[in-house]
């Protein structure tokens, strides 16, 4: 059973990859693009609602023919482009990222795809555009709404009297303000989960259980379509990654969705004719394929690449996409979706089933196998990670310092709390570029003698009272450390660092993704704001006087150089290509000064108003030219601004001058 077929719609699909395609390939004007995905919720529970209603209500809807036709539309060209991803990522794609891919595999094989990508989602997650199948995480929030949505139709047409409209707004609304109030608290639950984006297929649902008037006013439905696609149109183009998705920004396109769905089922207007013409009609037969195609060739040519797409790839990936979007539509999904309709519902799950298995399989091995890292160990030698492990472990200081059994982390000594041995006198004090360093400094105090303590919290510098807009923990994190350090004596020198540029000027990097960064004063009242490089001056100011009122010493590290691509895949095929990774995406030495040079005019000036000794690594990192990425084949970072192990024992003799007491900028 399929709803009456309205071309409009397949050109409203049309124009909702078509965003999604030139967003993900950097268009300018299509800074919203993304937003296409929820224009495609919208469709979707329009037309799902409508298949699954009519056969509740004439008494034959049966769960396993529902899930036939899902499996059937959905699973034979996701199928090709995962086999694909497989085969192209084993020739490509360095050891971390082969794993990285066999567990997104296994992940979409059970549906579950934007729950992967979500707990992957945090601070050190390697970058978004090297993450082939990224663009699952919607289609697994569909699948998942496929597998609720039908059971909750059939109760309600059972149990209650067939009120569709009052439950689905009901739940509608729920999903709404849990959409409005999660991105508050954690925006990329809120971003990738479906409590949070169920609202947008509701959207579509609603539309269609719900029987509206007929218009048959022409002026009106014309400024109802042309409304809706301004509404999308508008969202495209002026909505950023910046804006807060879902909640009341993601109402624009899908109202805008809603009224195109439908002024359309009313009459003909400009809108629904433009839409229901040939070339829109035809891109949105092929938009599914399109969808699945279009992201993993992005992302293996940028791979390949390494630096941003020039104007000449672009064209080739939409050419690509295109031709394996048509193929795999003519010969892929066409033949499957109109197989022989004798073909017993059993089977066709069977072997559905046995096809996620062998994918599931294809991830196991990958990941099972570490990405096969022996393969290439010529070409990249990434240094020991246990190291980068042992830090991560030291992250919760507020448990340790609260904690009957444990203390904070030694550095200096063996890798175990402090004892009896010795009491530390030093903390290092710090976010995940302090952590990226400890190896060095650990080496460097051992060699010294001297042995201290850790307190690292990702995306914390310390800054007191300053903390990104619409957090508190960074403050709790630095208040225990100041009240630790003033209630541990022998703890003479404070070694305090951090991603200073990304705090200062409030911009990622390059290539580098992630939101940019806010900072508000948490002391202020005034209604006048700050802005970033103000606000990381106080915040610093602050820090540091008050470590001298409790008489420390005060050692800052500057910013290392920071490179915007991920070094190790670069690295890895650049080595199998023959290509210098160091002439490709090491920073020149002016591009990291003009990054730095405000950081460094702040650390000069805090050098000479309080006597504060100041390292720079950049002195070991780069030559009069370059800040070099790779050293004899050694990465010196593990991702696209966090040193590596063998980075941060490259840089270890910068620490050797705190031990002696001296010190220059």
């Keep these: 059973m399929t709803p009456q077929y309205r071309a409009d719609i397949d050109g409203l699909r049309a124009v ?10 950097g268009i300018e ?13 919208v469709i979707s529970g329009y037309l799902i609602t409508i298949i699954i209603t009519k056969e509740t209500d004439r008494k034959n809807f049966s769960f396993t023919a529902f899930y036939v036709r899902r499996f059937k539309r959905l699973l034979p060209a996701l199928t090709v482009v995962i086999v694909f991803c497989l085969v192209s990522g084993f020739i490509l794609l360095d050891p971390n990222s082969l794993v990285e891919l066999g ?40 699948e998942q709404y496929y597998i609720i949505y039908p059971a909750l139709l059939v109760l309600i047409a059972k ?3 067939k009120r569709y409209r009052q439950w689905l707004v009901l739940l509608g609304l729920l999903s709404f303000v849990i959409g409005v109030q999660w991105p508050k608290s954690d925006p990329s639950a809120a971003f990738y989960l479906m409590p949070s984006r169920a609202w947008e297929l509701f959207i579509g649902s609603v539309l269609a259980v719900v029987t509206l008037p007929k218009l048959k006013n022409q002026i009106l439905l014309e400024v109802l379509s042309l409304s809706g696609l301004l509404f999308i149109v508008s969202a495209m183009v002026f909505f950023t990654s910046e804006t807060i998705i879902p909640g009341f920004a993601a109402l624009l396109p899908t109202i805008g969705a809603a009224l195109i769905i439908y002024s359309g089922g009313c009459g003909v207007t400009v809108v629904n004719r433009g839409l229901s013409s040939q070339p829109l009609v035809f891109i949105g037969l092929i938009s599914y394929s399109l969808y699945l195609w279009h992201w993993p060739i992005i992302v293996y040519v940028k791979y390949y690449t390494i630096t941003e797409l020039a104007n000449e790839q672009i064209v080739m990936i939409c050419a690509l996409s295109f031709m394996l979007a048509i193929l795999t539509w003519k010969f892929i999904e066409k033949p499957f979706r109109r197989g022989k309709q004798t073909e017993k519902n059993t089977k066709v799950m069977a072997l559905s089933g046995g096809v996620l298995t062998i994918l599931l399989c294809g991830g196991l091995f990958l990941v099972v196998n570490d990405g096969f890292k022996n393969r290439y160990s010529d070409v990249m030698q990434m240094g020991n990670d246990a190291d980068w492990e042992y830090w991560s472990t030291c992250q919760n200081f507020q448990h340790r310092i609260n904690s009957k059994t444990m203390q904070p982390c030694s550095i200096g000594g063996e890798h175990q709390t402090v004892n009896k041995t010795g009491e530390p006198s030093f903390i290092f004090w710090g976010d995940s570029h302090a952590k990226a360093m400890a190896t060095g400094l650990d080496l460097s105090a051992k060699a010294a003698g001297e042995r201290g303590v850790v307190a690292f919290q990702p995306a914390c510098p310390p800054l007191l009272s300053i903390e990104r807009m619409g957090r508190r923990e960074c403050e709790k994190f630095n208040q225990l450390v100041i009240a630790y350090i003033e209630q541990s004596p022998n703890i003479k020198t404070v070694i305090i660092n951090a991603r200073w540029a990304l705090s200062f000027s409030g911009t990622r990097y390059k290539l580098e993704q992630g939101k940019s960064v806010r900072l508000v004063d ?11 490089q103000q606000l990381f001056k106080l915040g610093l100011y602050r820090t540091i006087r008050k470590l001298k009122s409790m008489g420390r010493r005060v050692v800052v590290v500057g910013p290392i150089p920071e490179v915007g691509y991920s070094v190790p895949a670069a690295q890895f095929i650049a080595s199998r290509t023959g290509r210098d990774v160091n002439k490709i995406i090491a920073p020149t030495r002016e591009e990291f000064i003009q990054r730095a040079k405000g950081v460094k005019e702040v650390l000069a000036e805090v050098k000479n108003n309080f006597g504060v000794q100041i390292l720079d690594p950049s002195i070991l990192l780069c030559d009069h030219e370059k800040c070099n990425v790779v050293f004899e084949k050694n990465i010196l970072y593990r991702d696209d601004d966090h040193l590596s192990v063998f980075g941060s024992n490259y840089i270890s003799a910068m620490f050797d001058e705190v031990f002696v007491g001296a010190g220059t900028f």
Excluded: R
Aim: no cysteine; aromatic share 18%; hydrophobic share 45%.
């Design 159 to 161: 149990y209650g009297a």
């Design 16 to 25: 909702a990859v078509l965003s999604v395609l030139l967003f993900h390939l």
């Design 29 to 41: 004007p299509f800074s919203g693009g993304y937003l296409g995905v929820d224009v495609f919720f």
């Design 522 to 532: 948490l002391l202020s009242e005034s209604a006048i704001e700050k802005n970033n």
């Design 103 to 142: 567990n997104s595999v296994i992940a979409s094989s059970l549906f579950s795809s934007n729950l992967f990508f979500y707990y992957q989602s945090g601070y050190f997650d390697g970058p978004a555009d090297l993450k082939p199948l990224l663009h699952t995480w919607s289609l697994a929030v569909e």
